[in-house]
């Protein structure tokens, strides 16, 4: 033992001794210049980042875009979802969203730890639009030919065409890094917005979810700082970098994609897929967050409560050993009840029960070792 503790001890004196890099480079990279303008309303100096354009005064909520060179306009379409929760609200929600549904433990609330909890009001254009699409293409299918003895079946290609029309408030989020706060990029409509944590466990089966098409736009209204400063968020305004004229381009391109998918769900073989987009306006909308941090079992899980519709956006949520011993049961035990069906059919061999009972006997043992594990 003591042998092992001076290794320890050498190899933490080596690497003190490793020079410590002092790299100017580095910092360099990382530099950030800081512009200001002046609001156009109250005149309150704005500050901003390199590369931000949709700039929101703190003070009386006006948003300046820069929208190129010599081009400053004030956004007039400028919405706020207005917050109605405080962090301690936000842990509420939180907490009784880890406990609801056939995945999650009924004590995991009691059981995990608070840690870091971030306000945040991030700026979404939402492009309100209808996409159509008309595709055609070939469907392969099978039909069987001639009687009785010279009778088989054929493939064929049948030609088919469609038509996809859908109108959508298609969020754009404002700004280039969708990854650089947790969450965000889990809120486009089709993405995967709860992760369930199995562990070890490889049985995985459900439990997650993906994110709706919710329209941002229901519950809106006209952008008040004061409805930000009731809660304190006001400080906590994300500005956009990306411009109108970029959103509206950038939702085209999605939804021509999301309905090029669609399309080819629908038959084997697209020859042809036409989108048009009509975009009925553009509009700026702040949506407020609560990125809530939490500790379980030594690891790190997080979750994104929406602050006006008091719901959960994303999340993250370890799978109860419940939910793992119910899906393990039910898989080993339809496994022995095959095993038994052939024993009942045969003729007195014996593999058939012994199958039957290695699986059916693993069932009741992952219980009983479910039941007497340690938190
Ligand atoms: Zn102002």
């Not at 080596?14 to 480079?25: A, F, H, K, M, Y």
């Not at 944590?197 to 979810?209: H, P, T, Y």
């Not at 329209?215 to 500005?239: P, R, T, V, Y």
Request: aromatic share 10%.
């Amino acid at each position: 033992m003591p042998e092992e503790m001076k290794n320890e001890n050498k190899s933490v004196e080596q690497r003190n001794e490793e020079p410590v890099e002092e790299n100017d480079s580095a910092g360099a990279d990382k530099k950030v210049s800081i512009h200001e303008i002046s609001c156009s309303n109250c005149g309150a100096p704005l500050s901003y980042m390199e590369g931000e354009a949709v700039i929101t005064c703190e003070y009386c909520g006006t948003t300046t875009m820069l929208a190129g060179f010599d081009n400053i306009v004030t956004v007039k379409s400028h919405y706020l979802l207005p917050p109605k929760v405080g962090r301690d609200e936000a842990i509420g929600i939180a907490s009784s969203w880890l406990e609801k549904g056939f995945y999650r433990s009924k004590n995991l609330p009691k059981r995990v730890s608070w840690k870091k909890t971030e306000a945040r009001v991030l700026p979404y254009w939402i492009v309100r639009c209808t996409g159509s699409t008309r595709w055609s293409g070939m469907q392969k299918r099978t039909r069987t030919i001639g009687e009785g003895k010279n009778k088989k079946s054929e493939t064929y290609w049948e030609p088919v065409q469609g038509r996809i029309k859908e109108d959508y408030t298609w969020p754009v989020y404002a700004r280039e890094d969708d990854s650089e706060f947790w969450g965000i990029r889990n809120l486009e409509p089709g993405k995967q917005c709860v992760f369930p944590d199995w562990g070890k466990f490889i049985l995985r089966f459900g439990g997650s979810k993906k994110a709706r098409n919710i329209n941002l736009l229901k519950d809106k209204k006209d952008f008040s700082i004061d409805d930000l400063k009731k809660l304190n968020m006001q400080e906590h305004i994300i500005n956009g970098q990306i411009v109108q004229e970029r959103a509206e381009r950038s939702a085209r391109d999605r939804i021509i994609e999301l309905h090029h998918d669609k399309a080819e769900s629908k038959a084997t073989r697209i020859t042809d897929c036409d989108t048009t987009i009509d975009v009925q306006g553009v509009d700026l909308v702040y949506v407020p967050v609560w990125e809530l941090e939490y500790g379980y079992k030594n690891k790190i899980y997080h979750i994104l409560v929406d602050a006006s519709r008091q719901e959960i956006l994303s999340g993250e949520v370890p799978v109860s050993k419940w939910a793992k011993a119910t899906i393990f049961d039910i898989i080993f035990l339809l496994i022995a009840a095959i095993f038994a069906a052939i024993g009942g059919a045969s003729d007195g061999a014996a593999w058939p029960w012994i199958g039957a009972g290695v699986f059916g006997g693993s069932a009741v043992v992952y219980s009983v070792w479910t039941a007497t594990m340690k938190k």
